[in-house]
């Protein structure tokens, strides 16, 4: 009966579309399930034009491709490259070689085949306090597997005021960031989703690795514990919108024994804003919390550098550097522990004359920043060190972001995160999958993955069809026999069934303070390799600040 069904030309035809019509809803069906793999980035040494190197996100512009290292910025929108004229001023070092180093890169536009003066600007303007800008397109890198031919970038014309707190090349992360829309527009990622992990810059190999910025998704591979999920919060005085409480801030001594430095002053639980690119571990209020770390630290220091770590502390010629770990408890959330190794490094800075980013051993530097005066009631800001410690991710889509204790790995798990937040692991067919990582001495292999195989949906599709088969062939036997059974009855009349197939503005306030060091001691290739510090002979000038002087820091 079945073969005499398959012979019918007409039932043939009718069967094959339906096949055709099945495996495509099936494979319709799948690719709403997956989704892009993530796009990631290294946060590591890049290597720059003038032969030195500049620690940040590796991305390239232009055609032949030129390198940069670019750090996240808010509320910035636009991606921003500095021209050949880099607009250093003070606190800059001068030199072009020095200024290049500074800002992660020039961008040669004249170099570039394939950049274009768009006659209109397409990009969300930026306002206050960023510069005039003109704009160009180009051809843009994010990864070996992301490329865009036509990005439009933001190219200053003058320095932003930034001093050292934010002057590198930048990529926009604001609310309406350029290249979140364009990866998520492109297919390219699920959703508006960024994270990141810092790194390790700590003075010797072991205190020292690689960090990332996820597009569209986190490392799994580099999260520990729980995560601890806020609402985004419009607050002018937190550009990122990243609002958290520290409920306490914990020294542990060497010796085993544990100090607090907040819950033992009367002014208890306080607010901060996370900021992943902002130089040193974090601004704290001078009066009460960084004078209880130098009463129980025994210390009292005057200094503070114009170096990487803008603006942070030095300890004096002579002094006994803090040995021991700090824990910086988030209320509700984890407690994140920075080590020693990240807490106290040596002084780094470029040298004016080579642009090399150098180190001074003979200079601690603690990399935290005492707010004091008329910054004092400054909202704390939590920087890129703290993110040597903890993971960040920000969901721009449902308006939260999630913070975890950092698992400092070289092992990598990339999982991508839709626009309501859930985790998704199903990748379309047409996405390169990396298999995860098992550390730094493993090539890494690549695979294709999607929610469901090819042979998977072809399984399916034989599955069905033979119940198809088995349905209609029975439909067919009962309806056979039906009819014989009609056919010896009398005619009767019958009925016939057919069967159808913010910005916001970041404020500048004066503030007065400790005196300065501007040293020349050392050369070192990136800062992330301070290991390899060749003494040169060199010694730069030292500055000095009175207390009538003014430093800008920026306000919170």
């Known amino acids: 009966m079945l073969m005499r069904f398959w012979q019918c030309r007409r039932t043939r035809r009718q069967v094959i579309a339906g096949l055709f019509l099945t495996y495509q809803a099936i494979d319709n069906f799948v690719a709403a399930q997956c989704v892009p793999y993530p796009v990631a980035v290294v946060i590591g040494n890049v290597s720059l034009s003038n032969g030195q190197l500049a620690r940040g996100a590796k991305l390239s512009v232009g055609n032949p491709p030129q390198s940069f290292a670019f750090l996240p910025q808010w509320p910035l929108n636009n991606t921003a490259v500095y021209g ?5 001023t003070d606190p800059a070092p001068r030199s072009e070689a020095a200024c290049t180093t500074w800002r992660g890169g020039q961008y040669n536009i004249l170099a570039s085949d394939t950049r274009r003066k768009p ?12 510069p005039t800008t003109t704009t160009y397109t180009d051809v843009f890198t994010v990864n070996d597997n992301v490329t865009f031919d036509n990005f439009a970038f933001q190219v200053p014309l ?18 309406n960031s350029t290249i979140l829309t364009a990866l998520k527009k492109s297919n390219l990622i699920a959703s508006r989703v960024w994270s990141m992990f810092f790194g390790w810059t700590g003075a010797n190999p072991n205190a020292q690795q690689d960090g990332t910025l996820v597009f569209g998704g986190y490392d799994r591979a580099k999260v520990s514990g729980k995560g601890y999920t806020r609402r985004l919060q419009s607050d002018p005085r937190c550009s990122t919108q990243m609002l958290v409480t520290i409920d306490d801030i914990i020294l542990h001594f060497p010796n085993g024994t544990d100090t607090s430095i907040v819950t033992s002053t009367s002014n208890g639980s306080f607010p901060a804003c996370l900021v ?8 704290l209020a001078s009066n009460p919390y960084f004078s209880k770390f130098e009463e129980h630290t025994n210390t009292s220091i005057q200094e503070r550098t114009y170096g990487a770590e803008y603006y942070t502390v030095l300890y004096n010629d002579g002094d ?22 990240q807490l106290v490094v040596p002084e780094r800075y470029i040298s004016e004359t080579k642009g090399q980013s150098a180190a001074n051993y003979s200079r601690s530097n603690l990399v935290i920043n005492p707010l004091q005066d008329v910054n004092s009631k400054d909202l704390s800001q939590l920087g890129r060190q703290f993110f040597s410690s903890a993971y960040i991710m920000m969901n721009q889509d449902n308006g939260e972001f999630t913070i975890w204790s950092a698992n400092p790995t070289s092992v990598k798990d990339l999982v991508a995160v839709d626009g309501t937040g859930k985790l998704v692991t199903d990748f379309c067919s047409n996405t390169t999958v990396p298999a995860p990582s098992q550390g730094p001495t493993n090539l890494s292999t690549t695979r294709t993955q999607a929610g469901l195989s090819t042979g998977a949906i072809a399984g399916i599709v034989v599955g069905v069809v033979a119940a198809l088969v088995t349905v209609i062939g029975a439909w067919l036997l ?11 009855k009398p005619a009767t009349r019958g009925t016939i069934h057919q069967v159808t197939d913010d910005h916001y503005k970041d404020p500048y306030h004066p503030i007065y303070t400790y005196k300065f060091r501007k040293p020349e001691t050392g050369e070192l290739q990136g800062f992330g390799l301070v290991s390899e510090l060749a003494e040169t002979g060199e010694r730069g000038q030292s500055a000095s600040l009175s207390h009538s002087e003014r430093r800008y820091e920026l306000g919170g």
């Open 119 to 130: 006659p209109n600007d397409p990009n969300p303007i930026d306002g206050s306090p960023y």
């Open 84 to 88: 050949t004229n880099g607009y250093c």
């Open 478 to 488: 009962r309806r056979r026999r039906r009819e014989a059974s009609v056919m010896s």
């Open 276 to 283: 992943p690119d902002f130089p040193g571990l974090m601004t």
């Open 320 to 341: 006994e550097p803090y040995s021991g770990d700090m824990s910086i408890n988030i209320k509700n959330g984890p407690s994140i522990r920075i080590p020693n190794s």
């Open 158 to 175: 003058s320095d932003w005021l930034e001093q050292g707190y934010h002057p590198m090349m930048a990529i926009g992360l604001g609310a």
